[in-house]
């Protein structure tokens, strides 16, 4: 895509981010019993609906990757190169899926539409993501495979975007391949930035490593997209079909039921992105990729772009429980939200 193309939308391809140590700050306090027991380290930005940074915490410029919650990057892309998908097809598209059986016969559905089979699929083989789904697929003597794996849904789409481009099917995970080509592209025009490294995801595919200030940014063009363009099917797709894109009970799907018009996705490692459909928007990642940071700190985000607090209470974070009763709680840093208590003295 040429700095002309990405004229459409307001901002030209800036230089790729810069790979160096990310200057990382204080993001939320672990506090039990009153005592700062434990740091997590992070960076956040929040964006303006006009795309302004409103607030940014630690580094959102150094190069970092974003993992899965590219995902509805790369469908916008495969909507783009052909892929005829909608609904929760397309949320399946996009998602790290909990392997219920919901997602893998969704998955079966995309492959069968592309007139392809399992065998086809490149990523790896994995049990179900999440654990009372994957209890339950060791208990029936299941094995892993790569239908099960959280991101099958994507890698069927891809093969199904391949297919109807004439494009080889054994290397659609080649950087090389035009395939990956063209989701570069798309990369670079929603980021608004050239890509700093290429790598390989969890799952197989190729990573693409842009900056957190990036992904927002790419997260605002979804949701602001005219009707019925490929960003704005993405973004449809994945709000109206939340637990096809996550799972039952995952905080995602939660979060996007909770705040009207909100589309997100998580990420391992500690990453969050998030978009209203004004184009205010949120990217957060956690330095040491803990879980139980990323959603307090994402709800804490979200209020400071000005969604309303009441809204996200059920993702303050889990109590810290010590003999059984509730003895502590992970708070975010002041930096993050100015009204959280400091610890005690």
């Given at each position: 895509?040429?700095?002309?193309?990405?004229?459409?939308?307001?901002?030209?391809?800036?230089?790729?981010?810069?790979?160096?140590?990310?200057?990382?700050?204080?993001?939320?306090?672990?506090?039990?019993?009153?005592?700062?027991?434990?740091?997590?380290?992070?960076?956040?930005?929040?964006?303006?609906?006009?795309?302004?940074?409103?607030?940014?915490?630690?580094?959102?410029?150094?190069?970092?990757y974003p993992r899965s919650a590219l995902k509805p990057v790369q469908a916008v892309a495969m909507l783009r190169a052909g892929l005829p998908l909608d609904g929760d097809l397309l949320s399946l598209?996009?998602?790290?899926?909990?392997?219920?059986?919901?997602?893998?016969?969704?998955?079966?559905?995309?492959?069968?539409?592309?007139?392809?089979?399992?065998?086809?699929?490149?990523?790896?083989?994995?049990?179900?993501?999440?654990?009372?789904?994957?209890?339950?697929?060791?208990?029936?003597?299941?094995?892993?495979?790569?239908?099960?794996?959280?991101?099958?849904?994507?890698?069927?789409?891809?093969?199904?975007?391949?297919?109807?481009?004439?494009?080889?099917?054994?290397?659609?995970?080649?950087?090389?391949?035009?395939?990956?080509?063209?989701?570069?592209?798309?990369?670079?025009?929603?980021?608004?930035?050239?890509?700093?490294?290429?790598?390989?995801?969890?799952?197989?595919?190729?990573?693409?490593?842009?900056?957190?200030?990036?992904?927002?940014?790419?997260?605002?063009?979804?949701?602001?997209?005219?009707?019925?363009?490929?960003?704005?099917?993405?973004?449809?797709?994945?709000?109206?079909?939340?637990?096809?894109?996550?799972?039952?009970?995952?905080?995602?799907?939660?979060?996007?039921?909770?705040?009207?018009?909100?589309?997100?996705?998580?990420?391992?490692?500690?990453?969050?992105?998030?978009?209203?459909?004004?184009?205010?928007?949120?990217?957060?990642?956690?330095?040491?990729?803990?879980?139980?940071?990323?959603?307090?700190?994402?709800?804490?985000?979200?209020?400071?772009?000005?969604?309303?607090?009441?809204?996200?209470?059920?993702?303050?974070?889990?109590?810290?429980?010590?003999?059984?009763?509730?003895?502590?709680?992970?708070?975010?840093?002041?930096?993050?939200?100015?009204?959280?208590?400091?610890?005690?003295?």
């Amino acid at each position: 895509m040429t700095p002309g193309a990405l004229a459409d939308y307001g901002c030209s391809l800036a230089e790729a981010p810069s790979i160096r140590e990310p200057l990382h700050a204080p993001v939320a306090h672990l506090v039990r019993g009153g005592v700062i027991e434990g740091i997590h380290y992070g960076s956040v930005v929040v964006l303006a609906a006009d795309g302004s940074v409103e607030l940014q915490i630690g580094d959102i410029e150094a190069a970092f990757y974003p993992r899965s919650a590219l995902k509805p990057v790369q469908a916008v892309a495969m909507l783009r190169a052909g892929l005829p998908l909608d609904g929760d097809l397309l949320s399946l598209a996009a998602a790290s899926h909990s392997g219920e059986e919901r997602h893998l016969a969704g998955t079966r559905r995309i492959l069968e539409l592309a007139g392809l089979a399992e065998d086809h699929l490149r990523n790896v083989t994995d049990m179900p993501f999440d654990p009372v789904v994957r209890e339950d697929w060791i208990r029936a003597g299941r094995l892993p495979s790569r239908l099960a794996q959280n991101c099958s849904g994507k890698h069927a789409a891809m093969l199904y975007t391949a297919h109807l481009n004439g494009w080889s099917l054994d290397d659609y995970l080649d950087p090389a391949h035009p395939l990956q080509q063209a989701i570069a592209e798309i990369v670079e025009d929603l980021t608004g930035q050239a890509i700093a490294r290429v790598t390989v995801d969890g799952c197989g595919a190729p990573l693409f490593s842009v900056s957190l200030h990036g992904l927002a940014r790419a997260a605002a063009r979804i949701t602001t997209a005219p009707p019925g363009t490929p960003e704005a099917r993405v973004a449809d797709a994945m709000r109206e079909h939340a637990e096809m894109a996550s799972g039952t009970g995952r905080d995602v799907a939660a979060l996007m039921r909770a705040v009207p018009g909100l589309l997100t996705k998580d990420g391992f490692e500690g990453v969050q992105v998030a978009a209203l459909p004004d184009g205010r928007a949120v990217a957060v990642k956690i330095a040491d990729g803990a879980d139980r940071a990323r959603v307090p700190v994402t709800a804490a985000a979200l209020a400071r772009c000005g969604v309303d607090p009441a809204a996200l209470t059920e993702f303050a974070g889990a109590p810290l429980l010590g003999g059984g009763a509730v003895v502590g709680s992970i708070r975010p840093a002041r930096a993050l939200d100015p009204l959280a208590e400091s610890p005690a003295p």
